[in-house]
């Protein structure tokens, strides 16, 4: 495999070629007005393009989607690369993502904002990812890195772990060789099993699957310590900067945080539902992933999510040569205690 470029010359070329298409949304975009008030009513004409697959089949299966007062139109798609273009082209006004995808969209220029934060209750019991590791890679702790060939996937989570679990190592991305990959689909698990590469973070059931298919060939995976587990609902800020729009996003807002704690209190029905009829995985990898998801967290309070961060800011600047910024920027505080009201809120309702 051809070795991967350094990850500052990929972001300078990501710059370099997203330049004119983000000058457009830029300018479309208008001034911020995130601080402005938020309509207290919502028209039912709103419409909000939303891509959360997930939420939209909670809701299904909660029976609150009629609920919903304004019009949602569905997105089949979540996640940072996706989503950012959706934003650019001005087809989706919410997405579903880690906190890596603002940050990148931040240096290519396009305008986004944070309303919604969600993290993992027990999280180091129950992360997102482990590290997985090839058959033959003699790799037994995070030390063994040294030397070796690491999926790396620029502006996505997946990537901004494989950068702290080397720095948690004592290495650097100079110590390793890392290997540029899509974090999609299987590419990671069918990367390590030919040996493509010699670690990967795997996550969900690609993990059981792995291990499952490899196990005997001496394929396995090793807890990286590290909290790995931020969610987030994205938007761009031209669609918090409409008003309609931006109140037709809290009321989604509350209607996510709903279903979330409803994912949480139906664990069957959500494997059926979602994993099986939706998703196609089997009635035991479905239980395998609810198990190791654990709870939700929805906090109220987001200093910490904020100082969480600046930390990957800082630590992406650093390793991609980006200036930093004031993480504070891509969070819209108007929307701070929605979510985590409308469970309280909720629960006390039940």
Same mark, same amino acid.
């Given at each position: 495999?051809?070795?991967?470029?350094?990850?500052?010359?990929?972001?300078?070329?990501?710059?370099?070629?997203?330049?004119?298409?983000?000058?457009?949304?830029?300018?479309?975009?208008?001034? !911020?007005?995130?601080?402005?008030?938020?309509?207290?009513?919502?028209?039912?004409?709103?419409?909000?393009?939303?891509?959360?697959? =997930?939420?939209?089949?909670?809701?299904?299966?909660?029976?609150?989607?009629?609920?919903?007062?304004?019009?949602?139109?569905?997105?089949?798609?979540?996640?940072?690369?996706?989503?950012? =273009?959706?934003?650019?082209?001005?087809?989706?006004?919410?997405?579903?993502?880690? =906190?890596?995808?603002?940050?990148?969209?931040?240096?290519?220029?396009?305008?986004?904002?944070?309303?919604?934060?969600?993290?993992?209750?027990?999280?180091?019991?129950?992360?997102?990812?482990?590290?997985?590791?090839?058959?033959?890679?003699?790799?037994?702790?995070?030390? !063994?890195?040294?030397?070796?060939?690491?999926?790396?996937?620029?502006?996505?989570?997946?990537?901004?772990?494989?950068?702290?679990?080397?720095?948690?190592?004592?290495?650097?991305?100079?110590?390793?060789?890392?290997?540029?990959?899509?974090?999609?689909?299987?590419?990671?698990?069918?990367?390590?099993?030919?040996?493509?590469?010699?670690?990967?973070?795997?996550?969900?059931?690609?993990?059981?699957?792995?291990?499952?298919?490899?196990?005997?060939?001496?394929?396995?995976?090793?807890?990286?310590?590290?909290?790995?587990?931020?969610?987030?609902?994205?938007?761009?800020?031209?669609?918090?900067? !409409?008003?309609?729009?931006?109140?037709?996003?809290?009321?989604?807002?509350?209607?996510?945080?709903?279903?979330?704690?409803?994912?949480?209190?139906?664990?069957?029905?959500?494997?059926?539902?979602?994993?099986?009829?939706?998703?196609?995985?089997?009635?035991?990898?479905?239980?395998?992933?609810?198990?190791?998801?654990?709870?939700?967290?929805?906090?109220?309070?987001?200093?910490?999510?904020?100082?969480?961060?600046?930390?990957?800011?800082?630590?992406?600047?650093?390793?991609?040569?980006?200036?930093?910024?004031?993480?504070?920027?891509?969070?819209?505080?108007?929307? =701070?205690?929605?979510?985590?009201?409308?469970?309280? !809120?909720?629960?006390?309702?039940?």
């Amino acid at each position: 495999m051809r070795k991967a470029m350094p990850a500052a010359l990929v972001t300078a070329l990501a710059v370099h070629l997203l330049a004119g298409c983000a000058e457009n949304r830029t300018a479309g975009a208008g001034t !911020d007005t995130t601080g402005a008030e938020i309509p207290e009513k919502v028209s039912a004409g709103t419409v909000i393009a939303v891509g959360s697959p =997930e939420t939209k089949v909670a809701l299904q299966l909660s029976g609150q989607i009629d609920e919903l007062p304004f019009k949602v139109k569905w997105v089949q798609m979540s996640g940072g690369p996706q989503c950012s =273009e959706a934003f650019r082209a001005g087809e989706l006004d919410v997405c579903s993502a880690a =906190e890596v995808p603002s940050i990148h969209a931040r240096w290519t220029g396009l305008p986004t904002k944070l309303v919604a934060a969600e993290f993992r209750k027990d999280p180091h019991r129950n992360p997102i990812y482990e590290l997985g590791i090839a058959p033959g890679a003699d790799i037994d702790t995070l030390e !063994d890195l040294r030397g070796k060939k690491i999926a790396y996937s620029p502006g996505q989570a997946q990537g901004a772990l494989v950068l702290r679990i080397l720095a948690r190592a004592g290495l650097t991305e100079k110590d390793v060789e890392l290997v540029e990959l899509p974090s999609t689909g299987d590419v990671y698990p069918t990367a390590l099993g030919s040996r493509q590469v010699d670690a990967a973070p795997l996550g969900g059931v690609n993990i059981k699957r792995f291990t499952t298919k490899y196990g005997k060939e001496g394929g396995k995976t090793i807890k990286h310590g590290l909290r790995d587990d931020p969610a987030h609902l994205w938007v761009p800020t031209e669609s918090v900067n !409409d008003p309609q729009k931006a109140a037709a996003i809290r009321e989604f807002v509350k209607f996510w945080a709903r279903a979330q704690v409803w994912i949480d209190e139906h664990p069957k029905e959500w494997v059926e539902g979602y994993y099986v009829k939706d998703q196609g995985l089997s009635r035991e990898d479905g239980e395998y992933l609810v198990r190791i998801n654990g709870t939700s967290d929805i906090p109220a309070d987001w200093d910490p999510v904020v100082e969480r961060h600046q930390k990957t800011v800082d630590l992406l600047a650093e390793k991609t040569g980006n200036e930093p910024f004031d993480a504070e920027t891509l969070f819209d505080r108007r929307y =701070e205690t929605v979510a985590a009201d409308a469970v309280a !809120d909720g629960r006390k309702g039940s």
